[in-house]
């Protein structure tokens, strides 16, 4: 796949918040379901540790590769909420992620 093509895919991905439920999509407002949870939320940052590069890991790798990232927040004393990413044509696979609230856009790059 063109990296056109997966550009696409994450501009028309759908991002599931778990909990509370809500979606999230490029170039919408923020849901509001985020700010009745947590009026406190000024930024966020949607990170996965799944597939990087969009290239394809064994699940056992991409499980590893979460718990790692999973960690790195707590050690930073982040707060999260778990989350999805979701290619709406299926030709992706769900991407197990995070919402993780009030970071600032360098630190989510440096995760």
Same mark, same amino acid.
């Given at each position: 796949?063109?990296?056109?093509?997966?550009?696409?895919?994450?501009?028309?991905?759908?991002? &599931?918040?778990?909990?509370?439920?809500?979606?999230?999509?490029?170039?919408?407002?923020?849901? &509001?379901?985020?700010?009745?949870? $947590?009026?406190?939320? $000024?930024?966020?940052?949607?990170?996965?540790?799944?597939?990087?590069?969009?290239?394809?890991?064994?699940?056992?790798?991409?499980?590893?590769?979460?718990?790692?990232?999973?960690?790195?927040? $707590?050690?930073?004393?982040?707060?999260?909420?778990?989350?999805?990413?979701?290619?709406?044509?299926?030709?992706?696979?769900?991407?197990?992620?995070?919402?993780?609230? $009030?970071?600032?856009?360098?630190?989510?790059?440096?995760?």
């Amino acid at each position: 796949m063109s990296r056109q093509e997966f550009e696409n895919i994450y501009q028309s991905a759908i991002y &599931k918040v778990l909990d509370p439920l809500c979606y999230i999509e490029v170039s919408k407002p923020s849901p &509001k379901e985020l700010k009745v949870f $947590n009026p406190q939320i $000024n930024q966020w940052a949607f990170l996965t540790a799944y597939n990087p590069g969009s290239v394809l890991h064994e699940e056992s790798w991409n499980k590893k590769a979460y718990t790692k990232l999973e960690s790195a927040l $707590n050690e930073r004393g982040f707060e999260y909420l778990e989350a999805c990413g979701i290619d709406p044509t299926g030709q992706w696979p769900d991407e197990p992620s995070l919402l993780v609230i $009030n970071i600032e856009r360098r630190n989510a790059y440096a995760l």
